[in-house]
């Protein structure tokens, strides 16, 4: 099985440049897709219908052209849930001053088969750190525990961005942006309960040390330097930590300030 996460920085402006349908060389059985920034019935006849695929989106309700998420599936869902559960929402107060997360199609879960698969757009904490305490107290305890529900069932693989570099290793200049946004210790302590809920980061499976990002800014040619931040993961279950085969990162693909990471299972 394999499955291809990416920050798109907005859907139909890689279809039109002919730049979207770069990732279907990978020949995934899944695709987690973030920040499309469009409504399902906006999108072209060749986003909205991919032969051999199930397409689930959720959009902002909100604001237009705002966040968003998709997953396209070879295999059909045996289930779809949207945005994290109410239940748990009211239980971490899950709004700020900006509004609802859940209002922002931040959150795809499909139940298939074997795995829970989970797209995850987690919102940004601002340069001004004002959405910090929405990431500390509310949003990532409560993505964690929903994922921790969903893992009852059966092994949960979650993808995304999460918006944050977890150590310094995974940004290129750590000591210049610590307590910036997306690096702040507030933001990692999230990662760090991730990991200790029993969740493997899959690409420090393979791969150590830095050099290895998957977004990078617009500004000082930083992509071509390499001078970036890994902030989009892939989180698998500790129970199937072995059957990983392996988890890339692809920066050779254009088109957005993030680049796609692609997930190897194997099958049995």
């Not at 929405?134 to 092994?155: I, T, V």
Request: proline share 4%.
């Amino acid at each position: 099985m394999k499955i291809v996460t990416w920050n798109v920085n907005g859907i139909r402006g890689l279809h039109t440049k002919n730049l979207f349908q770069q990732i279907f060389g990978f020949k995934a059985d899944a695709y987690c897709l973030q920040e499309t920034k469009s409504e399902l019935e906006q999108l072209p006849d060749g986003l909205k219908n991919i032969k051999g695929y199930h397409v689930t989106y959720s959009h902002s309700r909100k604001r237009k052209g705002y966040s968003g998420t998709a997953i396209y599936t070879k295999e059909e869902p045996l289930q779809v849930i949207l945005d994290i559960p109410e239940s748990i929402a009211k239980k971490y107060s899950l709004e700020d001053s900006y509004g609802h997360p859940n209002e922002e199609g931040r959150v795809i879960a499909v139940e298939l088969e074997k795995y829970f698969l989970v797209n995850v757009y987690t919102p940004n904490s601002k340069p001004d750190l004002s959405r910090v305490k929405l990431r500390e107290e509310s949003w990532d305890p409560a993505f964690l525990e929903f994922c921790k529900s969903l893992e009852k069932k059966k092994p949960v693989i979650f993808c995304g961005d999460l918006n944050v570099a977890h150590m310094p290793e995974d940004l290129a200049n750590p000591n210049a942006n610590h307590n910036t946004h997306g690096f702040t210790d507030n933001e990692r302590r999230g990662i760090d309960k991730i990991i200790a809920a029993g969740f493997v980061d899959a690409f420090r499976l393979f791969t150590k040390g830095n050099g290895h990002y998957t977004w990078w800014s617009h500004f000082a040619n930083a992509r071509a330097r390499n001078v970036g931040w890994r902030i989009d993961y892939f989180f698998v279950s500790k129970s199937i930590e072995k059957k990983i085969k392996s988890c890339t990162i692809h920066s050779e693909i254009l088109g957005s300030d993030h680049c796609p990471v692609v997930l190897e299972i194997k099958d049995k």
